[in-house]
């Protein structure tokens, strides 16, 4: 069983940068190798749904949603197995509960692909808050 816990959130102000952590545990092999899997960062307002910002392939290819493309970086330490959301010029339409969330990838896809559809997912962690004040 995968198990991703996410950390880093805080309040900053607008232009101001945060580098979200998610660790996980569970990557044990065979059905649960890491290098099978793609993973993502989603965030959350009250009232919308969860919105998908980053995400990342098993290769490492990576893809963002608009509103962040240029401002957000996500990457993966593979020694430590913990994933990162590098969020720089925060805006307060940023605010937001922030959830990382991993996939196994089909073995009907290629190992570039991945998701920022929240309905593809089966991990999530418990979420970060971030909240950006202008």
């Known amino acids: 069983q995968v198990r991703l816990a996410e950390a880093g959130g805080d309040s900053v102000q607008a232009g101001g940068s945060l580098k979200l952590s998610c660790a996980t545990s569970?990557?044990?092999?065979?059905?649960?190798?890491?290098?099978?899997?793609?993973m993502a960062w989603f965030r959350q307002t009250p009232g919308k749904g969860r919105e998908g910002v980053a995400c990342?392939?098993?290769?490492?290819?990576?893809n963002y949603a608009d509103s962040v493309e240029g401002r957000f970086t996500i990457s993966i330490d593979k020694t430590t197995r913990t994933l990162y959301l590098q969020m720089q010029n925060l805006q307060p339409e940023d605010t937001a509960l922030f959830y990382c969330?991993?996939?196994?990838?089909?073995?009907?896809?290629?190992?570039?692909?991945?998701?920022?559809?929240?309905?593809?997912?089966?991990?999530w962690g418990q979420g970060t808050q971030v909240t950006v004040s202008s």
């Open positions: 569970g990557f044990t092999g065979g059905e649960y190798s890491m290098s099978q899997y793609y």
């Open positions: 990342i392939a098993a290769d490492g290819t990576t």
């Open positions: 969330a991993a996939q196994r990838r089909s073995p009907y896809t290629s190992y570039w692909h991945c998701s920022r559809a929240s309905s593809d997912f089966r991990f």
